[in-house]
């Protein structure tokens, strides 16, 4: 699900200054823009309201608003929009922003959005739709994370004669 998240990331991104008159898209963005539309368009619904189903590809996440921080789990992303569970929530309305990073990739992710739904259960569900402009910063780059690699390839100094 992270890379559906990757690809959704700038096509909110594109979306979100094409509506917005002070970051005007160049040529070759709005041919993306384009490209991405046709290819997400299938997927630009609202979640049900319900409850959101176990995932095994789910991502831990953080919800900030209101004053709070809450964990939740990234469970089902669209083009619309996520659906996430959590053991609190958040009043439907709310502005808040998603916080979301990959340990692998060296991403983080922060979404501004806000609250469509609320379904309280067991565990709590509601369904964000961004909301702003995301973003995506890398916190290390390629050749740190080459070097924080045990494998890393290149030239190594023997220790013992």
């Not at 900030?64 to 669209?78: C, K, M, N, W």
């Not at 806000?114 to 509601?126: D, E, F, L, Y």
Request: proline share 4%.
């Amino acid at each position: 699900m992270i890379d559906k998240l990757d690809f959704l990331v700038r096509f909110w991104e594109l979306s979100a200054r094409h509506a917005t008159l002070g970051h005007p898209l160049m040529a070759s963005e709005q041919l993306e823009l384009l490209s991405l539309m046709q290819l997400v368009q299938s997927d630009a619904l609202l979640p049900a309201v319900g409850h959101a189903a176990t995932s095994d590809d789910a991502i831990p996440a953080q919800l900030i608003g209101e004053g709070a921080i809450l964990a939740i789990e990234l469970r089902d992303v669209s083009a619309y929009g996520m659906r996430v569970a959590c053991a609190d929530t958040m009043q439907q309305g709310t502005h808040v922003v998603v916080r979301a990073a990959d340990a692998v990739s060296g991403v983080e992710y922060a979404l501004p959005c806000k609250v469509a739904w609320v379904h309280r259960g067991a565990p709590n569900t509601m369904a964000l739709v961004v909301d702003g402009i995301p973003s995506r910063k890398n916190f290390f780059s390629p050749i740190d994370a080459q070097a924080r690699s045990s494998l890393a390839m290149g030239r190594h100094q023997r220790l013992v004669g």
